[in-house]
């Protein structure tokens, strides 16, 4: 996950999720632990504080955003269709050994 500041984002959404994340130290790793409905692997890389971007640094963001928020239902429909159909075709493979048990091989 790219940096995030505490209490924004969709993970602020998912009980216990921010906490967990917010307590670890660099190095440290989560999981397998499930959160609302999936089951996540957290390693925390880095710590930054939280900072306020100049608009200059974020505008192409806001645009993009802005624009995501005028997509028709229709359209919408259709992407989360084909990455439904992504997720069944994906190939799911474990980089860390003590993980390998906890993924199904299709």
């Known amino acids: 996950m790219p940096p995030f500041p505490r209490g924004l984002g969709k993970s ?8 967990a994340i917010f307590a670890m130290k660099i190095g440290d790793t989560i999981g ?7 089951w996540l692997i957290i390693k925390c890389l880095d ?24 997509v028709p239902p229709a359209k919408i429909k259709n992407i989360q269709e084909e990455f439904v159909q ?21």
């Not at 602020?12 to 906490?19: E, V």
């Not at 397998?32 to 999936?38: G, L, Q, S, T, V």
């Not at 075709?89 to 993980?99: G, T």
Request: contains cysteine; proline residues 12%.
């Open 12 to 19: 602020a959404k998912i009980p216990g999720l921010q906490d």
């Open 32 to 38: 397998p632990r499930k959160f609302a409905d999936a």
């Open 47 to 70: 710590l930054r504080p939280a900072t306020t971007l100049p608009f200059d640094l974020v505008k192409r963001e806001c645009r993009t955003g802005a624009m995501l928020t005028k």
């Open 86 to 106: 992504f997720q069944k075709s994906a190939k799911i493979q474990p980089f860390w050994p003590q993980y390998k048990g906890a993924v199904t091989p299709k």
